[in-house]
T-cell receptor
Framework: DAGVTQSPTHLIKTRGQQVTLRCSPK?????VSWYQQALGQGPQFIFQ???????QRGNFPDRFSGHQFPNYSSELNVNALLLGDSALYLC??????????FGDGTRLSIL | EDQVTQSPEALRLQEGESSSLNCSYT??????LFWYRQDPGKGPEFLFT???AGEEKEKERLKATLTKKESFLHITAPKPEDSATYLC???????????FGSGTKLNVKP
């Protein structure tokens, strides 16, 4: 049974560019959440998607947007990249009221 | 403001030396508290969920407990393979946000 898968594993971008990260949830999971994890810090909640709608959002600017598809997979888009956006981006999936299971993340580096 | 604080930031133990990690939280209404283990270059791996004060969960050398203000992760007779960063997270009632602490980096030396 495949767990949460994310792609790509690593990505290098320059300031001002745009990036799209992808996530396939664990089989049977319908809820996807995205997190940003800076080095040495805990994950910071970006937003959560359920039934193709953004259900909850953390304290991130509108440059961060997302989408969930009918098959429950999800994308995270970040526009106008800043140096401070360099981080590990984690996707987590779950069923309602169940613990979240995480992928291994996408390491995004901004030059 | 909802907040999660973990201590210590780092902990070095000798193999077999038991200890505890702390997670204190200030939230408007706790729906659940979660413990995760994170290895370098990997995503967090789920360990436990605790829902109410007094609840305890165990898995191998790990035992998690919960009070109204904090949770402890007790590690009994740790082995080098227990070395990792341990994260706790809280979920707040009526919201689907999860707040994570900064983690405790555990290093168990043989």
């Amino acid at each position: 049974d495949a767990g949460v898968t994310q792609s790509p594993t690593h990505l290098i971008k320059t300031r001002g560019q745009q990036v799209t990260l992808r996530c396939s949830p664990k089989s049977g999971h319908d809820t996807v959440s995205w997190y940003q994890q800076a080095l040495g810090q805990g994950p910071q909640f970006i937003f959560q998607y359920y039934e193709e709608e953004e259900r909850q959002r953390g304290n991130f600017p509108d440059r961060f947007s997302g989408h969930q598809f009918p098959n429950y997979s999800s994308e995270l888009n970040v526009n106008a990249l800043l140096l401070g956006d360099s981080a590990l981006y984690l996707c987590a999936s779950s069923q309602e009221n169940q613990p979240q299971h995480f992928g291994d993340g996408t390491r995004l580096s901004i030059l | 403001e909802d907040q999660v604080t973990q201590s210590p930031e780092a902990l070095r133990l000798q193999e077999g030396e038991s200890s505890s990690l702390n997670c204190s939280y200030t939230v408007s209404g706790l729906r659940g508290l979660f413990w995760y283990r994170q290895d370098p270059g990997k995503g967090p791996e789920f360990l436990f969920t605790l829902y109410s004060a007094g609840e305890e969960k165990e898995k191998e050398r790990l035992k998690a407990t919960l009070t109204k203000k904090e949770s402890f992760l007790h590690i009994t007779a740790p082995k080098p393979e227990d070395s990792a960063t341990y994260l706790c997270a809280v979920q707040v009632y009526n919201f689907n946000k999860f707040y994570f602490g900064s983690g405790t980096k555990l290093n168990v030396k043989p």
